[in-house]
């Protein structure tokens, strides 16, 4: 029966255009992240942080044109901006799958909590949530950041941060999720049956909630990675010599007018992986189920 399930779960979202769309942007990102030796291997330095503004020749190379010896042309450094762009795309996903995943797990044990608990301790995560969401995303990681962080600004400390401000959503999903079947009758006849609280939220609760929440942290992924590249191109981010796609437009954000290539290209690459990501957690919607996991 389970294996019937899957199959048909795996069949309906296959079908979906926007999860093959998905595919194909998320499966060029990630080679890039996993793999960008095997992509920048033509680049003349696989290095993106060795750069040099004069080629072997003596000739200046900065801020060159898209050419055959450089796809994406040069920055301002020198630096072969294509090895730049594949190398960015480590950061920038390694920040939004890390606090996409610190989000999903904590929010999801705190919502998991407070719904089976209920009384005080669903009324402290509620409050906290509530204060939480009230705060918008941009302004409270500008204020965390340049509290509680000096000097140059860590892929771990912007992970970190936007995931302090973001774990209500999967916290909510997850406690009216066990709101709703703490009273079902399979869960009253586990209980009655002396099964204890903890094999029940395993056993019942968290499988219902997982397909709800994984679809909606999904396109928070995205959400996330947009939010690094905000952050760094407002200057509170990252900063050099760490390469990730918001400090390569802070970098380019002067230089447009003259060199618009270097905007172009890592905002593509940004685009095409947040939108991968929203596009993939629409196809999870439309096609997951939380009722289709049963005890």
């Not at 979202?13 to 990102?29: E, H, K, Q, Y």
């Not at 909590?113 to 409050?127: F, K, L, M």
């Not at 290209?265 to 096609?287: C, H, K, R, Y």
């Amino acid at each position: 029966m389970r294996s019937r399930r899957r199959q048909g779960w795996w069949y309906r979202i296959s079908r979906l255009l926007g999860f093959r769309i998905a595919c194909v942007l998320l499966g060029i990102v990630g080679v890039c992240a996993l793999v960008p030796q095997l992509v920048a291997d033509r680049s003349p330095s696989t290095n993106p942080t060795e750069c040099s503004l004069r080629a072997a020749d003596g000739a200046y190379q900065d801020r060159e044109a898209p050419s055959a010896a450089h796809w994406f042309g040069t920055d301002a450094q020198g630096c072969d901006e294509f090895s730049r762009v594949v190398y960015g795309a480590r950061t920038s996903l390694e920040i939004g799958l890390g606090a996409g995943l610190i989000t999903t797990i904590g929010g999801t044990a705190l919502g998991l909590v407070a719904g089976w608990r209920g009384g005080i301790i669903d009324a402290i995560v509620r409050r906290l949530a509530d204060v939480t969401l009230g705060i918008p995303l941009i302004v409270g990681s500008i204020l965390l950041l340049s509290v509680l962080v000096n000097g140059r600004r860590t892929p771990t400390q912007i992970m970190v941060t936007l995931a302090v401000q973001l774990w209500p959503g999967s916290a909510r999903i997850a406690r009216s999720v066990t709101r709703t079947i703490t009273h079902l009758p399979y869960v009253e006849a586990a209980r009655s049956m002396g099964a204890s609280s903890t094999r029940i939220v395993v056993r019942h609760v968290l499988p219902n909630a997982l397909p709800v929440v994984i679809a909606y942290a999904t396109p928070l992924i995205g959400v996330l990675i947009g939010a690094e590249a905000t952050l760094s191109y407002l200057g509170i981010g990252l900063q050099v010599p760490t390469v990730s796609w918001g400090v390569m437009i802070n970098d380019a954000q002067g230089l447009y007018s003259r060199s618009p290539y270097l905007l172009l290209f890592p905002g593509a690459f940004l685009v095409a992986a947040v939108t991968g990501f929203i596009l993939l957690g629409d196809a999870l919607n439309d096609s997951l189920d939380v009722h289709l996991v049963r005890a």
